[in-house]
């Protein structure tokens, strides 16, 4: 079980998370939902350390086991898809590839290169990118973004096998349905212990 207790962080005057708590199970996906500057996204950057909370803490993972997607794609023009995730593969897992690109119906695609693709294909090489990475928790920011809503369906159950946790911020009510745990923000002050 992953623990955030007491999580404050500020940008300046601005409290986005005040003495947060929340506990993540070990499997399964726990998805945030709330608007725009509630302290999703925030929540993400603490939990990959990208963010330091001005108080308290996280316990049962470290930053180094966590894979994180952030909200635009990153997509490098010069690199085809299959090379996205060879470039974040040691070689011994290149074999891995298909079963990535199964994972997120891009098959047919390894050769194409990012300004070929559509938003919700670029989408998910960002998605199968991330999770080429062996991670404790997956941290998802918005990972169906410009993702047909069926497909988005069928990919969440295939990330609902996943061996880690995945924490994914979504604002789509059948995506949040399909969650096995779903946390409201609303902003400061919020406890979900």
Request: proline fraction near 8%.
């Amino acid at each position: 079980m992953i623990f955030c207790k007491n999580l404050s962080v500020s940008y300046g005057d601005r409290v986005v998370l005040d003495h947060f708590s929340l506990k993540i199970p070990d499997t399964g996906i726990t998805a945030l939902s709330g608007p725009s500057g509630c302290g999703k996204t925030t929540l993400l950057r603490v939990l990959a350390g990208l963010e330091r909370p001005r108080s308290g803490a996280v316990e049962g993972i470290v930053p180094r086991q966590t894979a994180l997607l952030f909200q635009d794609d990153r997509l490098l023009p010069w690199r085809t898809v299959e090379q996205h995730l060879t470039d974040v593969l040691p070689k011994s897992r290149w074999r891995e590839v298909p079963a990535l690109l199964a994972l997120t119906e891009l098959e047919g695609e390894e050769h194409t290169f990012p300004a070929a693709l559509s938003g919700g294909m670029g989408r998910r090489l960002a998605l199968a990118r991330c999770l080429a990475l062996e991670a404790g928790l997956y941290l998802l920011d918005e990972p169906f973004a410009g993702v047909d809503l069926p497909r988005a369906l069928r990919i969440l159950e295939r990330l609902k096998k996943l061996p880690a946790p995945v924490l994914l911020v979504s604002h789509e009510p059948a995506v949040l349905s399909a969650a096995n745990a779903v946390i409201e923000l609303d902003g400061p002050p919020l406890n979900m212990i």
